[in-house]
């Protein structure tokens, strides 16, 4: 079994940043594409970023892109999302995720969630 456990959510003005961390157990860290996803209320998740074991690039949704960036730490266990320049729209429920295919949008196991408020 593999659990992933998300940390670093809270409340942030626009404009500020949070770093939310994930760390991995229960499997083999360095055998998953990690990626992180976040849900609003009312709709439904969606796909903010991820990073290909397979090529160690990352992904980034369109409406994140220069503003948050993914890192991993294999000697931790831990993936890491930065969010800088936070706006309102941000606001969810942000959930790591781990494929053990590799692939970049499908994805296999799942963290709990951490809330991230923005406020205006």
């Known amino acids: 079994q593999v659990q992933l456990v998300e940390s670093g959510g809270g409340s942030v003005q626009a404009g500020g940043s949070l770093r939310l961390s994930c760390t991995v157990s229960?499997?083999?860290?360095?055998?998953?594409?990690l990626g992180w996803f976040r849900q609003a209320p009312g709709k439904e998740r969606e796909f903010v970023t991820g990073?290909?074991?397979?090529?160690?690039?990352?992904v980034y949704v369109d409406s994140v892109k220069g503003r948050f960036t993914i890192s991993k730490d294999n000697a931790k266990n831990t993936v890491v999302l930065q969010m800088n320049s936070l706006k309102p729209e941000d606001t969810a429920v942000y959930y790591c995720a781990a494929s053990a295919t590799g692939a970049l949008y499908e994805y296999d196991y799942w963290g709990q969630g951490t809330q991230v408020t923005v406020s205006s």
């Open positions: 229960g499997g083999t860290f360095s055998s998953y594409t």
């Open positions: 990073i290909s074991r397979k090529t160690g690039s990352a």
